[in-house]
């Protein structure tokens, strides 16, 4: 097996790992929508990602890969007919979801014979079976057919696909970090998907000579000896690693102060952004960058960050439009104001949360 592009060794593209990063940490952040031209490291970095993640625990025969401590309805019948559920650990999964995919390629489909012939509803799993637990990876999700976006919504919503065919209802756990990619220039989003999507992030291709000349040497040593260059990168690859587990571990127990709370709506309501999905995102991805950066409490820049990250997508206006977005000098002052932020504290704030660097 080829080892993976290390997360660490990517060149820029700072905004890109941080809100991959973020859902790591927490994924009631919701998944990412990236946008930009192919070639410009979109899907490196997801598998990269993937990588970072601590090994998990998986009933070895299901095909929804189920925690062994806390089953399936399938692995839970299995065991109470007295069977043994074997467990393994493996690598998270990243699960590619083609734009040529059928639905009953992508939710699963009945063996309605064997479900006759056996009196048992019986499931061919799907792509979303595949993805429980693990990261979906949709290239060019805004030329994806309508009927499979519903399909998404409905189980990112739920963190449960149903499928239903000729009478037979059969349903099975399917969560996961969704990832989007897309080209504005080859057609739009449907706004109902970019709501459900946590953050957008917008990848440009590298303009610096020198961070260019640095991607083709990295690529060069990576395609000589795949184990090799990951080896030279592994520390920083278990310091990351550490640092993402840690995030995790601290999310729970950090502090949102009050008054953030009505900065966050006050900042959607003025953007004109009326869906509650945006409140929820900037909340649960300004915990996760605090829970990441090792601080126990939410500060003001970590509002500021979530926002820029989640708003502009969800925006009446065209969110795709080079003219169109979130103007982050207007953000910032909103948040001042609502906030009465002093300036020693946003002094304090930008020391503990430096922004993104920006490529």
Known sequence: MIEP??????VGQERLKQALLLNAVNPAVGGVLIEGPSGTGKSTAVRGLASLLPEIDVVADCPFSCDPVEPCGLCTARRERGEELPAVRRRTR???????????????????????????????????????????????????????????????????NVVEREGVSISHPARFLLVGTMNPEEGELRPQLADRIGLRVVVDALLDAGERSEVM????????????????????????????????????????????????????????????????????????????????????????????????????????????????????RVLDEVTDVSADEKKAAGRATPAPTRT
């Open 217 to 332: 040497r990295r690529r060069e040593a990576y395609a000589a000896d795949a184990a090799a260059f990951a080896a030279s990168f592994a520390s920083a690859q278990d310091e990351l690693a550490v640092a993402l587990q840690e995030g995790r571990d601290r999310l729970g127990a950090v502090d949102v102060p009050d008054r953030l709370y009505r900065a966050i709506a006050e900042v959607v309501v003025r953007s004109g952004v009326l869906s509650h999905r945006a409140d929820v995102t900037i909340l649960e991805s300004a915990k996760a960058h605090a829970a990441l950066e090792g601080r126990p409490e939410v500060a003001v820049e970590d509002v500021f960050e979530a926002a820029t990250a989640a708003l502009p997508h969800r925006l009446e206006v065209d969110p795709f439009d080079s003219s169109a977005g979130i103007d982050e000098r207007i953000l910032r």
């Open 94 to 160: 990243v699960v590619t979801l083609p734009l040529n995919a059928t639905e009953d390629r992508v939710s699963g489909s009945v063996d309605i014979a064997r479900a006759l012939r056996e009196g048992i509803a019986a499931l061919e799993p799907g792509l979303l079976a595949e993805a429980n637990r693990g990261i979906l990876y949709v290239d060019e999700i805004n030329l994806l057919d309508d009927h499979l976006c519903d399909v998404l919504l409905d189980a990112a919503a739920l963190g449960t």
């Open 5 to 10: 592009y290390p997360f660490t060794a990517i």
